[in-house]
T-cell receptor, first 113, second 112 residues
Framework: EAQVTQNPRYLITVTGKKLTVTCSQNMNHEYMSWYRQDPGLGLRQIYYSMNVEVTDKGDVPEGYKVSRKEKRNFPLILESPSPNQTSLYFC????????????FGEGSRLTVL | AQKVTQAQTEISVVEKEDVTLDCVYETRDTTYYLFWYKQPPSGELVFLIRRNSFDEQNEISGRYSWNFQKSTSSFNFTITASQVVDSAVYFCAHTGGFKTIFGAGTRLFVKA
């Protein structure tokens, strides 16, 4: 089954404790991206990746890091989480960045205390 | 810069009513794509439709229809004879290159 898998789905953590949200897709998609969803703001792009070892900032990259060492995986790293990073995070993949529909993971709800 | 505006924050209708969700975009791209996604109460995001900037033909899929007007930079979504299962948040999105910009979403409540 074609899917994008994120883990963990739910996480409560404390300020400053590094965490990683994993994302994996099994569709051999070149493009992957991370979004955060906040009430009233829709989805905002954090980082995206065109292919292995090719990543770039989205609209809200501050406080986040990513890596793309393998085509299927695109982890999101919060080196020192802060309360303003409390949000619902979605990973997505697509055949291409421009024309392809985005396939989303189920979302990861993160709370930073 | 690209921008997508969904001016309707929430809409409430009674089942079987028709409802139109508005989407207005700003772009400097000459070639771009527009999308609609649905987020039901369960939280997942589901692709509904893609339209490229060269194709202004309206599209109908069952009870759903989309009206793309480049002259007014709008890509509106109409649900005919709404049903309770249509209750969701709907997002309009624009892609001109490597970034996809989403609107803030419109929450649709369909009451039985």
């Amino acid at each position: 089954e074609a899917q994008v898998t994120q883990n963990p789905r739910y996480l409560i953590t404390v300020t400053g404790k590094k965490l990683t949200v994993t994302c994996s897709q099994n569709m051999n998609h070149e493009y992957m991206s991370w979004y955060r969803q906040d009430p009233g703001l829709g989805l905002r792009q954090i980082y995206y990746s065109m292919n292995v070892e090719v990543t770039d900032k989205g609209d809200v990259p501050e406080g986040y890091k990513v890596s793309r060492k393998e085509k299927r995986n695109f982890p999101l790293i919060l080196e020192s989480p802060s309360p303003n990073q409390t949000s619902l995070y979605f990973c997505a993949s697509s055949v291409t960045s421009r024309t392809g529909e985005l396939f989303f993971g189920e979302g990861s709800r993160l709370t930073v205390l | 810069a690209q921008k997508v505006t969904q001016a309707q924050t929430e809409i409430s209708v009674v089942e079987k009513e028709d409802v139109t969700l508005d989407c207005v975009y700003e772009t400097r791209d000459t070639t771009y794509y527009l999308f609609w996604y649905k987020q039901p109460p369960s939280g997942e995001l589901v692709f509904l439709i893609r339209r490229n900037s060269f194709d202004e033909q309206n599209e109908i899929s069952g009870r759903y229809s989309w009206n793309f007007q480049k002259s007014t930079s709008s890509f509106n979504f109409t649900i005919t004879a709404s049903q309770v299962v249509d209750s969701a948040v709907y997002f309009c999105a624009h892609t001109g290159g490597f970034k996809t910009i989403f609107g803030a979403g419109t929450r649709l409540f369909v009451k039985a």
